[in-house]
């Protein structure tokens, strides 16, 4: 059964930085790519930022207006990705969800509540 438990989020500081996990269990995760997303509220889910598969080069990609702020990892030891915020802006609060794919099925994480105070 693949999981994907997601934890690191909470209430930050406008400015400020946090750090969201992912850990993935059942799944090829050092074999395959993994992107995180946000969703706010009556909004669609949008791409944030992904890392493609240790075969395509474990390159990191980023939605433009974040670049700069937000980075994205993996440690394959303990099958869990990272998204590290920093300089968070009010515009950053949102439900984040990491996701991971095989060639049939989409897998998301349970997502986690970013809260932005000023």
Do not use: H
């Not at 493609?52 to 080069?57: C, F, I």
């Not at 998301?108 to 105070?117: C, E, K, L, P």
């Amino acid at each position: 059964q693949v999981k994907l438990v997601q934890s690191g989020g909470g209430l930050v500081q406008s400015g400020g930085s946090l750090t969201l996990s992912c850990a993935v269990s059942g799944f090829p995760f050092r074999d395959r790519a993994i992107n995180w997303y946000r969703q706010y509220p009556m909004k669609e889910r949008e791409w944030v930022a992904g890392l493609t598969s240790p075969a395509a080069g474990n390159v990191p990609q980023y939605r433009e207006s974040l670049q700069g702020r937000f980075a994205i990892s993996r440690d394959n030891d303990r099958n869990t990705a990272y998204l590290r915020m920093n300089s968070v802006q009010p515009q950053d609060a949102a439900t984040y969800y990491c996701r991971v794919a095989s060639e049939t099925t989409v897998y998301w994480g349970q997502g986690t509540q970013v809260i932005v105070s000023s």
